[in-house]
């Protein structure tokens, strides 16, 4: 190989690491629901064994732990969620202006 392919391999795997812990970051409702379902494909019963064992390792921590108590992970109780209530009132936003130098 010549080091032109192999600095643009290395380059172009660097960059999409980058792009999917930055959408994690992000945008992390819509990754875990992407993941959730890349590994609910992977994981049926069709696919070889090195497949489902991938779907099983590409599962969101809380659907490993199964978070409606059962224990037999997501989808076990039919409803998928956190098992934390969502937070109830609002904390409302405190505005401060800040004091601009004066030019003399």
Known sequence: MSAGIVQTVLVAVIV???AIVGMQQLAPGPCRALRSSLARALGRTRHVAFLRTLGHWLQPREAKQGNCGSGLG???????????PPPTGSTPLRLVPREL???R
Request: glycine share 18%.
């Open 101 to 103: 130098p004066r030019h």
């Open 74 to 84: 997501c989808s076990s109780c039919g409803g998928c969620g956190s098992a934390d």
């Open 16 to 18: 999409s690491v980058s």
